[in-house]
């Protein structure tokens, strides 16, 4: 009876001992696990892992916005000490996006550690390029009287690829309206700082805005933004011309995108 209390204290000491001296580490460098970035921002992690066993596998996983998910790095080894680079570029992304990366290691023994790093991605600043000296004319006149945005190109308003045309209808007065055959939806804002307009800012100003099929009571200094696709555009009137008789009336508008 002595001699079998013996055997299993035995046991007991050597399985407790054997579980002590079970490990699996995980470490990552940089070791914030909180951060805020731009779009394009290069971060290099270094990741460093030991095990009392053999480490088989290294994995980084990446979640946009708790949604989409990606593995971006995975790696089969045999060692019980690791020590990997690991550099992570900030995808492109026109709103704030929240980014987290996990890093995943597992040993042979099928135990695993997981380290997370949250990521705030803001956008960069991208201010808009500007042309000038648009013109488009009046729909009772024999010229131009529309006009392609995007490719800042004067057409007649029978043309499909067109994205505004002047709507006036009869008589010699300036309609000071403008529709699109391409169904565009326009927000006028006059209050919008046209000169320090950034992507970020145009896009914010028409999505919260009031929007609709046509933009009427055009004048001088009016600001017109429309989105043609995923391009947001800003309009500026510059003149707008109203002589006598119609051939001659028009607008001229400076375009940011």
Known sequence: MKNQFFLVLIILL?????QNNEFLNLNISPASQYDIREVGDIINYTIESSSNVK?????????INNSSIDTLFSLIVSKNEVKHSFNYELPYYSDTTEVKLIFYVENDDNQYLERAKLITLVPSVVFLSETSGHTMFSSNSSEFNAYNLLDGIPMFNNDSTS?????TWTGQTLGNKWIS????????????DYANATLE????TYNSSLKKEFVDQISENDIIITKIENNYLIIKIIYVVDSVGSEDDRYIFSIKQ
Do not use: A, P
Not at 55 to 63: C, D, G, M, N
């Open 14 to 18: 050597t399985s407790c001992s054997k």
């Open 55 to 63: 480490i088989k596998l290294l994995r980084v996983i990446e979640i």
């Open 181 to 192: 055959l391409s169904g565009l939806l326009f927000s006028k804002n006059n209050s919008f």
């Open 201 to 204: 800012t145009i896009k914010n």
């Open 163 to 167: 994205h505004i045309s002047d709507m």
